[in-house]
């Protein structure tokens, strides 16, 4: 049944789908004051927020607050890769290499590489990044999606039709696999978005192969554009990029989904699929795409980006429910974990900085930081909080994406591409360490019912 189809089938069964969706409606409300009653963990957090020890880990460490005479106190952000601090790593590679291959074999292998042993990781990866004429045929030309992160599932789905041992879950086998991914996802991203252009007559059809001697940001770059060229700094703040997106801790949502599905025994393509489906929700992965969003609504309701009176006012009606979608919130301010500050954000304005002094881009960077400034205060004095408000990652990431020329399209995928490394090392991690199946429970709450035959009811 194609589209047109469906939507007359529907509005035909108009009366009856819409008793069908009270009922589920009605159905499945809870009385909200029934997870205070029994102590429900929400969102597996406790009553301050913070989320409920549910694993251990040694890829990372994410660090918010710290321990003073027996207090948590609100601290500097701080991000550890495998025991390394990220801004240490970040810097120690400004003047030389890129960044991201080496935090991902980091990630992966638990120790920083020798020369030796990182080229050779790298030739690894550029072997592995080959994608077959029949796999760009079959898979991404055909129904292409106009959501990137739907056409990543798809194609990692598809490389279990390509594995010989899909389901075999040894180390040896899910770390060739993990490999695999790691390589075949700039183009799998890259050659969906060209693919829906140019299906639905927007653009020329051009798939540009990886070249072997490039980064991954740098591939990424000359894949998606059409002549190829990047600079060197462009090349060197989207590597940045990546590496600060390529792990985050074991409890981050789609983090979380892949060590619950991993526990199942599953097979490498469904775990990674199921996290970038985890990814691909707005409240996780999306978060530097409403950033954009609500800028485009604050540059219509504020022409002048120096009357910082007018921006005050948009952000006060913001936060008052009153403007943009009136959710409430000041999106890309705030963190469930950093509260002085996110060390992402801190590393990435930086790259910003230097990205908009480029591409003389200063007084969009300004207004950022205008926001980013008076947002602390405004939202501690609206929800009467103590605790520091910071701005997070994605604050500035969608600002850098649109320097670079990246569609907000790829904003998710750019994600999912940092982000496999850290999904693979943990896979590995939960099974390595032969974990019991992740089993949460939940507490019925209904009532127990008399059945009633069909003429009775």
């Known amino acids: 049944m194609d589209n047109r189809s469906m939507m007359k089938f529907r509005d035909e069964l108009k009366d009856n789908f819409d008793e069908l969706v009270k009922r589920s409606m009605d159905s499945g409300t809870i009385d909200l004051s029934l997870y205070t009653e029994y102590d429900v963990k929400r969102g597996l957090r406790d009553s301050n927020g913070h989320g409920v020890l549910t694993g251990l880990t040694e890829i990372s460490d994410v660090i918010g607050m710290k321990n003073k005479n027996g207090h948590q106190i609100p601290c500097e952000g701080e991000l550890y890769y495998q025991g390394y601090n990220v801004k240490e790593l970040v810097e120690s590679y400004k003047d030389r290499r890129f960044a991201f291959e080496e935090i991902t074999y980091l990630l992966l292998f ?30 991404i030309m055909k129904a292409p999606s106009a959501n990137i992160m739907n056409a990543l599932q798809k194609c990692v789905l598809t490389l279990y039709s390509y594995d ?6 040894s180390i040896p086998n899910v770390l060739f696999q993990s490999l695999q991914l790691i390589s075949k996802i700039p183009m799998f991203a890259v050659y969906s978005y060209h693919a829906y252009r140019h299906l639905r007559g927007v653009e020329t059809l051009c798939f540009r192969a990886p070249n072997r001697d490039l980064s991954f940001a740098e591939n990424i770059l000359q894949m998606l554009r059409p002549g190829g060229e990047f600079s060197e700094l462009e090349a060197k703040v989207l590597d940045v990029a990546l590496a600060l997106h390529a792990e985050h801790g074991g409890g981050n949502n789609s983090t979380f989904t892949d060590h619950v599905v991993t526990s199942s025994g599953t097979d490498t393509y469904s775990a990674i699929s199921a996290s970038i489906a985890s990814l691909k929700g707005p409240r996780h992965g999306g978060a530097n795409i409403k950033v954009l969003h609500m800028f485009d609504d604050l540059k219509e309701n504020c022409r002048d980006w ?28 705030g963190h469930a974990v950093y509260t002085d500050s996110d060390p992402r954000e801190v590393i990435l304005k930086d790259y910003a900085r230097k990205l908009a002094e480029d591409k003389d881009q200063m007084e969009e960077f300004h207004l950022y930081e205008t926001v980013e400034n008076m947002s602390k205060e405004l939202i501690m004095k609206k929800h009467r909080r103590f605790k520091p408000v910071c701005a997070n990652v994605d604050f500035y990431s969608g600002f850098v994406y649109t320097m670079l020329g990246i569609p907000r399209e790829l904003f998710t995928p750019i994600f999912a591409i940092a982000r496999i490394p850290g999904w693979s090392a943990h896979r590995l991690e939960e099974l390595v360490n032969k974990g019991k199946i992740i089993r949460p429970a939940y507490k019925y709450i209904g009532h127990h019912r008399t059945f009633l035959d069909l003429k009775d009811r």
């Open 306 to 333: 120096s009357d910082e009176t007018a921006i005050q006012d948009y952000l006060e009606k913001l936060l008052n429910g009153e403007a943009f979608d009136k959710a409430g919130l000041i999106y890309g301010m």
């Open 110 to 139: 638990g120790q920083l590489p020798t020369a030796e042993q990182l080229e050779s990781f790298q030739k690894i990866l550029s072997d592995l990044q080959a994608l077959s004429a029949e796999f760009s045929t079959d898979v």
């Open 164 to 169: 010989e041992n899909p389901d075999d879950i």
